[in-house]
């Protein structure tokens, strides 16, 4: 039976522990030990993601990231009634600590009970919070799951991502010519003049229901009395259509080969990348009817919500994997308002094990 007092003093165990991106070691160990405790092989890849299975053919997948986003270090949780919070500074590290927490509490429940189970498979990522790279770099080879339950999403487990846009990431960087600003301005050429004309021939904000385009990062210059010989520029856009894909890179492009004809004397260099790629789930997905069925068993109804963001489902299913990703108590994510919903949490626990129960 699912413990709330237990699964909530997990939670609060880890949320204590240090683990923003590319800093995972000390969590890392701590989950393995908790893994091991299960009975189950654990290990790490080369690139420092946990992985545990119980040894048996065709296992399913539990999965969550060990990273927090800034400001995440020295948490101290605190629980406020049905609420878990931080003292203020920092955030509570809901996301995704309140998966990590269910998928660990799912787990003691049945070998306490000693229930049957499918034959299970536990996927903890690293890096999750930078572009997925846990996943992107995990190593597949040593995952037999073709089917996953990732808790990675706001609110109640009965929210379903129905859908993740693809992410095009870009950056800019462009050189012009230094010179002082007071003295010879005149034999300078201004990095960050010439950036502004790419941005002002870029489009921001929501650009339609499913896709969005933003510059989050303009970064140049020196000293204020200087002209500026460098600039860079990030963004990113998302969508899940293919054509307004093609159609912003075309758009970049233009924006930097017309400025460009503006400023025959600059040199201006575009990268993009697509970090990840949409899916949308079918209705006759046999994972997303397990998802569905688990849901019901514990008294509530599913609730398909479209997503702006990507999780490590999309590289999951890239990959062959057909993941489902769920809510897990978090609400106000990647803020410092940041808090977990206890009755959510405890549902999310018990939606897991109803999903690996046999």
Not at 28 to 33: G, N, Q, R, S, V
Not at 314 to 326: D, E, M, T
């Amino acid at each position: 039976m699912i413990n709330k007092n237990r699964l909530v003093n997990t939670f609060c165990e880890l949320s204590a522990i240090d683990s923003p991106s590319g800093e995972e070691d000390v969590i890392a160990k701590k989950l393995i030990i908790l893994l091991e405790g299960f009975g189950l092989t654990v290990f790490k890849d080369d690139y420092g993601n946990v992985i545990a299975n119980d040894g048996r053919a065709n296992p399913i997948m539990l999965s969550a990231h060990m990273d927090t986003v800034e400001p995440s270090r020295g948490v101290v949780p605190l629980v406020d009634k049905d609420k878990i919070v931080s003292e203020g500074n920092t955030i509570v590290g809901a996301d995704a600590k309140c998966g990590i927490s269910a998928i660990l509490e799912a787990l003691q429940s049945v070998k306490e009970d000693k229930s049957l189970i499918h034959p299970i498979e536990v996927v903890f990522t690293k890096e999750e919070e930078v572009a997925l790279l846990g996943a992107r770099n995990l190593d597949f080879s040593k995952i037999k799951s073709k089917e996953a339950l990732v808790f990675d999403s706001e609110g109640p487990p009965n929210r379903i991502v129905s859908m993740s846009p693809t992410y095009v990431s870009f950056d800019i960087a462009v050189k012009g010519r230094g010179a002082h600003a007071g003295v010879e301005p005149e034999k300078g050429l201004s990095a960050i003049l010439i950036g502004s004309h790419i941005m002002s021939r870029m489009p921001q904000g929501r650009l339609d229901a499913h896709t969005t385009f933003n510059v989050g990062l303009v970064d140049g210059g020196t000293v204020r009395n200087s002209v500026p010989e460098d600039v860079i520029i990030r963004g990113e856009f998302r969508t899940s259509d293919d054509n307004i894909i093609t159609e912003l890179k075309s758009n970049i492009n233009e924006a930097v080969s017309s400025t460009k004809k503006d400023f025959p004397e600059s040199l201006i260099d575009l990268h993009l990348n697509t970090d990840f790629e949409t899916y949308s789930l079918d209705s006759e997905d046999s994972t997303f009817i397990k998802v569905k069925k688990a849901i019901n068993k514990i008294g509530l109804d599913p609730l398909l919500k479209d997503s702006g963001a990507g999780t490590d489902g999309n590289i999951f299913r890239k990959n062959g994997i057909r993941a489902v990703v769920v809510g897990m108590g978090a609400n106000h994510m990647h803020t410092l308002d940041e808090y977990v919903n206890i009755p959510d949490l405890y549902d999310a626990a018990k939606v897991c094990e109803k999903f690996i129960l046999i």
